[in-house]
């Protein structure tokens, strides 16, 4: 059973540039969720997935847009790279509905220059 | 709001004990812990829900005490595996969607 992967693990761009990164969940669940960890802090939440539709958002401003696929698998999209985007980007899926555990991928590491 | 964990770190020598603390100021409903080692995913380790219940896995457990929007982790016995930074991540929607509010994270190190 194959858990959450990510694509791909390493990126480095420049300053205005656009990135796209990929997800696919946990066989069996239905959400996902995006997050971004600077260094040396805990990750944020930026937005969650679930019936294709963003069901949620944190406080990350329209340069970050996602969508979801019919077979859960999402992206997320930054347009015009910020310095201040380089982290690490971690997708956790979780099924909708039940008390359980998110679980997440291993993340990409963003870089921007 | 982020919730406050503490300690921000902690060694221990193997075999010994630990507590990491994650307070809110905003009612809870049910506090997530993890475990991240260095240039991995975090792992889950448990959920507790609203309710003051505890849990336990292993020599890992934790309590979530509703009056004081506070959720302890405790560690017993710890192995050098232990090491590594504990987030808790708080849900304050009590949907079931799990957006997820993580602290700044407690870093563990276990040595021999």
């Known amino acids: 059973d194959a858990g959450v992967t990510q694509s791909p693990t390493h990126l480095i761009k420049t300053r205005g540039q656009q990135v796209t990164l990929r997800c696919s969940p946990k066989s069996g669940h239905d959400t996902v969720s995006w997050y971004q960890q600077a260094l040396g802090q805990g990750p944020q939440f930026i937005f969650q997935?679930?019936?294709?539709?963003?069901?949620q958002r944190g406080n990350f401003p329209d340069r970050f847009s996602g969508h979801q696929f019919p077979n859960y698998s999402s992206e997320l999209n930054v347009n015009a790279l910020l310095l201040g985007d380089s982290a690490l980007y971690l997708c956790?899926?979780?099924?909708?509905?039940?008390?359980?555990?998110?679980?997440f991928g291993p993340g990409t590491r963003l870089t921007v220059l | 709001q982020q919730p406050v964990q503490s300690p921000q770190a902690v060694i221990l020598r193997e075999g010994e004990d630990a507590v990491i603390n994650c307070s809110s100021s905003?009612?809870?409903?049910?506090v997530h812990w993890y475990r991240q080692k260095h240039g991995e995913a975090p792992v889950f380790l448990m959920i507790?829900?609203?309710?003051?219940e505890q849990k336990g896995h292993d020599k890992i457990s934790a309590s979530f005490n509703e009056k004081k929007q506070q959720s302890s982790l405790y560690l017993t016995a710890s192995q050098l595996s232990y090491s590594g930074t504990y987030f808790c991540g708080t849900d304050y929607s009590g949907a079931g969607s799990y957006q997820l509010t993580f602290g700044k994270g407690t870093k563990l190190s276990v040595i021999p």
């Open positions: 997935y679930y019936e294709e539709e963003e069901r």
């Open positions: 905003k009612a809870l409903y049910s």
């Open positions: 956790a899926s979780s099924l909708a509905g039940h008390v359980s555990e998110q679980f």
């Open positions: 507790l829900l609203k309710g003051g």
